[in-house]
């Protein structure tokens, strides 16, 4: 997990300076039932660059949910959601990541970042060229049950260190022993 003052900037209103790229994919049955985003091609971002961009990013507005795709560091997707509207319990933001022919699932936590500001994040790890991204209804930390211990691991270790806390939180309200907190605990020890 990285930190840093540029995280904050990202999490704040609009990301930094930068030139939006839009781009709609193809349809996909793998999508079936998915909000999808847009399709993340680095090589695309690469050809995109100008002495004037100082960073690249695509976004997507979806009801009340602004989506932002980045290129991070050293292989990372860096995917944020930020709202203004009050996600009111259902905090837990599925998402499921295409790449490389491989299917994986993660969870986001939403979490206050100023007054009337909420947003999730998360830091995917292994994108070499490209990746697509589709997000599924929101849910209540409360639902996570057996059947999500490994995307509640995957999603912990992928967790930008600002949301760590979040994580945290969500084992501490499980009764001990919990499978989810235990994985929480496990994740956040590795």
């Given at each position: 997990?990285?930190?840093?003052?540029?995280?904050?900037?990202?999490?704040?209103?609009?990301?930094?300076?930068?030139?939006?790229?839009?781009?709609?994919?193809?349809?996909?049955?793998?999508?079936?039932?998915?909000?999808?985003?847009?399709?993340?091609?680095?090589?695309?971002?690469?050809?995109?660059?100008?002495?004037?961009?100082?960073?690249?990013?695509?976004?997507?507005?979806?009801?009340?949910?602004?989506?932002?795709?980045?290129?991070?560091?050293?292989?990372?997707?860096?995917?944020?959601?930020?709202?203004?509207?009050?996600?009111?319990?259902?905090?837990?933001?599925?998402?499921?990541?295409?790449t490389g022919g491989l299917r994986t699932d993660y969870l986001m936590l939403f979490q206050p970042q100023g007054p009337g500001e909420w947003a999730a994040a998360l830091d995917v790890p292994g994108v070499l060229e490209w990746a697509d991204s589709g997000v599924h209804e929101r849910r209540e930390p409360r639902s996570l049950d057996a059947r999500d211990l490994a995307a509640v691991k995957r999603s912990v270790l992928a967790a930008p260190d600002l949301w760590v806390p979040a994580w945290k939180a969500v084992a501490q309200a499980r009764a001990d022993g919990d499978p989810v907190r235990v994985t929480i605990e496990e994740a956040r020890r590795s």
């Open positions: 997990m990285k930190t840093g003052p540029h995280r904050l900037l990202l999490f704040r209103r609009k990301p930094g300076p930068g030139t939006p790229i839009r781009q709609e994919p193809e349809t996909d049955s793998a999508f079936t039932g998915l909000l999808r985003l847009p399709r993340f091609d680095r090589a695309m971002l690469w050809r995109a660059t100008t002495r004037s961009t100082q960073r690249l990013y695509l976004e997507k507005k979806a009801g009340d949910v602004r989506y932002v795709l980045r290129d991070g560091e050293q292989d990372i997707l860096e995917i944020v959601a930020m709202t203004s509207i009050d996600p009111a319990g259902r905090t837990v933001l599925p998402i499921t990541v295409f």
